[in-house]
């Protein structure tokens, strides 16, 4: 866990100071709402459908005990009593009051925490994999890149005002968690055959009006220059991207519209100048940095006493989708779940969070991990501990035993609160998880995923699941689109859609409709995505289509 030195803090304390000059000068009418919209987009404030929004960092998706117990804090002083954890490893706050903001920001600092560039068109929140460091199919721990990336990409004056917004995401693991290819750059991290550290190199990838999956810019990068090639990457951005048409904005369109290799060129033309130049790492750099992060003190010879409770079918169900394989041995990492069956993903109650933080006090050296798919994390937890934190969880909700599975939903906040949004997610996911409540039926499906977006912005990521669904505007009234065959990760792939748009009534009978063909046509062993990559679409749109229910 990153620790704040002296610069870090002082700079975080200034601009909570700055951002309260601001806002006064804005609420005495000395700045205009166009003004003042800058500013307060610069600190993860937006004006939602009902009330401002505030977005907080959490860098890479880390979190001490004692931050996670702040932000239950806030929820209960400055909000309704629960935070919601984002697909991009934040969270945010539906409804606090503009006027009490500096106040939020504040005592934020207090605990190493801010909303810096959660918003705006610059270098976003640095995202990675929730189990970097603790993975057993780790290669290479990008945390502490992705800490000197966050340095060196906040309040960068060259990148305060690109043409639109910018996201990095990292991955060091032989399996992809960190959704690399769809990020405007992705790193993937990995030794060469002279076992040094080197970087693959994807650049253009993204999400909303046009999903694209990235390309590789640079097979093997030497990781001493991620910031200077990544530098020269946002100087060409920044100087050809267009400002013109916010829609065709993001470096994915520079990148389609160039080719990649006339891209690369300029990239290599610019960065042949800044290449060995002072944002150079080198391993004194590097080690600088590890230093600020504590190293859990693993036991050894810890008892596995799982064997114990094989005829607890709840528990035995929760320990087979919800905990992951660790790097050391009697260790394991635990997923919460913030998904049960009538509750919105990815909120968390405050009293949730402050749970979580007491568990993972107790049970994880102090740390929770957030996760893309909007679940929290305790990465190091002794295996001949975990009924025992199962038990404890359970009564805070937390334990529903379906990561993974069809009701894992990851779901942006939709038309309930977002001003953008076409239609509401929340209640569609709360729908289709009442339909599907039969823990036994979920497991029998298998791995799933599927994702909700109330718009194009695509902010519950519905392009790249396996079933993803768009809530569009059809004349008024709220409609939804369903894609089939995304997919991310190592083969990342983009979801096709089935055909015309569904009513919010008949979006769980879709689904039902969905699984029914896929159950009907698996072979052994296979799952979802494979069954839909097997058999095309043309069996889901006949099923679907041909239907009474679904014709009225």
């Known amino acids: 866990m990153y620790k704040y030195d002296q610069i870090d803090q002082k700079i975080v ?11 006064n000068r804005y609420l005495n009418k000395e700045l205009s709402d166009e003004e003042f919209r800058p500013l307060r987009l610069q600190n993860g404030l937006y004006i939602q459908r009902h009330a401002p929004m505030l977005r907080v960092a959490i860098p890479y998706g880390l979190l001490s005990s004692n931050q996670l117990y702040k932000l239950a804090d806030i929820a209960d002083k400055y909000d309704r009593g629960y935070g919601h954890f984002s697909t991009r490893q934040n969270i945010q706050f539906n409804w606090p009051k503009l006027e009490e903001t500096p106040n939020i920001l504040r005592e934020l600092a207090e605990v190493e925490m801010h909303a810096i560039q959660t918003s705006g068109n610059c270098i976003r929140n640095i995202t990675t994999d929730q189990f970097a460091g603790v993975t057993d199919d780790e290669i290479i ?13 906040t309040f960068h004056p060259e990148f305060a005002l690109l043409p639109r917004k910018f996201k990095i995401a990292i991955t060091g693991s032989t399996k992809d968690r960190a959704l690399v290819q769809c990020h405007d750059i992705g790193l993937e991290f990995f030794t060469n055959t002279n076992n040094k550290m080197t970087i693959k190199v994807w650049v253009g990838g993204g999400l909303g009006r046009t999903p694209i999956i990235g390309s590789v810019i640079k097979n093997e990068l ?15 951005y920044n100087l050809y991207g267009r400002r013109d048409n916010m829609y065709k904005a993001r470096i994915k369109i ?3 519209s160039l080719g990649i290799d006339a891209f690369k060129k300029l990239v290599d033309d610019e960065w042949k100048y800044i290449k060995n130049g002072p944002n150079t790492i080198n391993t004194e750099e590097l080690s600088r940095i590890k230093k600020y992060f504590s190293e859990p003190d693993y036991k050894k010879n810890i008892k596995n006493n799982l064997k114990d409770y094989k005829s607890n079918k709840a528990f035995n ?3 087979s989708r919800s905990t992951n394989t660790h790097k050391k041995k009697g260790y394991r990492a635990v997923t919460f779940s913030l998904k049960e069956t009538g509750c919105a993903p990815g909120d968390a109650s405050s009293t949730q969070m402050r749970a979580v933080s007491n568990l993972s006090d107790q049970y994880s050296f102090g740390e929770i991990r957030v996760s893309h798919e909007q679940n929290l994390i305790l990465a190091d937890v002794q295996e001949d501990k975990l009924y025992e934190l199962w038990v404890k969880a359970k009564e805070y909700h937390l334990v ?7 009701t894992d939903i990851i779901c942006c906040p939709g038309g309930d609160f977002c001003s953008l949004a076409n239609a509401k997610s929340i209640p569609i996911a709360q729908s289709i998880q009442d339909l599907f409540n039969d823990m036994d039926y979920l497991h029998d499906i298998g791995d799933l995923n ?12 519905h392009h790249v699941g396996h079933i993803g ?8 009234s709220e409609w939804y689109q369903v894609t089939l065959g995304g997919n991310q990760g190592n083969f990342a792939s983009i979801g096709k859609v089935i055909g015309p748009s569904f009513s919010a009534e008949q979006m769980p009978l879709i689904i039902k409709k969905i699984i029914e063909v896929y159950l009907n046509n698996r072979q052994e062993e296979e799952i979802f995505i494979d069954c839909v990559s097997r058999i095309g679409l043309e069996p889901f749109k006949n099923y679907i289509y041909t239907d009474s229910e679904v014709s009225k």
């Open 141 to 153: 721990d990008p945390r502490h890149i992705a800490e000197i990336i966050r340095q060196w990409s």
């Open 254 to 256: 520079l990148v389609k």
């Open 450 to 461: 599927l994702n909700i977006s109330g718009c194009m912005n695509a902010c519950g990521h």
């Open 13 to 23: 304390n200034e601009r909570v100071d700055q951002y309260q000059s601001q806002l």
């Open 400 to 406: 529903t035993p379906n990561i993974g599975l069809l």
């Open 317 to 319: 169900q929760w320990l």
């Open 222 to 236: 030497e990781w001493e220059h991620i910031l200077t090639y990544c530098e020269a990457i946002l100087r060409v």
């Open 469 to 476: 669904i768009l809530g569009v505007d059809k004349d008024g």
